[in-house]
């Protein structure tokens, strides 16, 4: 029985087969059957795509192998933290899958940034051994995410930044330009990425932190314990963010990162915002900016000396930075503003 023959034909007239297409049309083993794949595959005349049970052949011409590729619309890679490069990974998934096939021009530019500054991360912060990929494209939107078992991010911070829980290591985290390598790292990249897309995720240890800028809001879950870090970002394809205009809105006149917002959390866990000591962790790092942003979004109240460290003290050591506050009830507001009071 010509086997060569019967695969050829089938693949002329089907465009793409499985292996398991000719073990049923010649009644011969799998193990047979892949010898000819194997020996047409190493001749150039057809090519697999895909893994495991979802592989299959297509014709070597680059029309069908372009036409096939295109289709394939999901993704799972696990790699060795070893010279690994999210530049290549990036170009590896667009040559071999239509995920990124064909976005339009702002969604695409903003998955490029996306993707490999949070691979970055994972390759160059987490210490882990192996990292894993996963993207998928629907037609609703593209969805990727990024799987490490290293130190874990929020670990990482708290260890750094001698801080004494998850957290205080969260609150350093929204504040943008923090990183735990100053030497190689701007600390930018999870703040754009944080803005960029319609939800960005962060789990670690027993902690999620989500960015859902659907709602503008800010949120952070108990989960599941994550040794390691997952992080998760969607956007929509009728999303109309703009990388260039992101990176605009937070820079100044000089193209500087200038302006972040940085979001309270600490009563969650039942603190209120009393002591020079919380306020001092607050604003630490927030002189790199020149515009600052305070959200007391659920807050109740805060402390006279918490309000006086932030908004007297450390205010007039910084006198070109502003600071603004939004979502402060009357009480907050009413302690803000007895600080800032010019002195008598």
Known sequence: MDIEGIILKKLGKNKKIKAADIVKASGFSRAYINRFFQKLKNEGRIILLGRAN????????????ARARSLILSVRKILQNKNLSEDLVLDQIKRETGIFFNLPQNIS???DYAFSEMLNNAIEHS????IEIRAQRSAAGVVFEVRDWGVGIFNNIKKKRKLKNEFEAIQDLLKGKQTTSPREHTGEGIFFTSKAGNMLAIQSSRKKLIFNNILDDIFIKEAEKTIGTK???QIELKSKRNLAGIFKRYSDKAFSFAKTETKVFLYKIDTDFISRSQARRIVSGLDKFKNIVLDFKSVDT?????????FRVWQRSHPDIKIEYRNANK?????IKRAARPAS
Request: glycine letters at 2%.
């Open 231 to 233: 992080v998760i970002f």
């Open 109 to 111: 530019n903003i998955i």
């Open 331 to 335: 009480n907050i507001e009413f302690m």
């Open 127 to 130: 210490k882990s051994l192996k």
């Open 54 to 65: 979802k592989a299959y052949y297509v014709p070597a011409d680059k029309k069908t192998v």
């Open 302 to 310: 805060v402390g006279q000396a918490f309000a006086d460290e932030i």
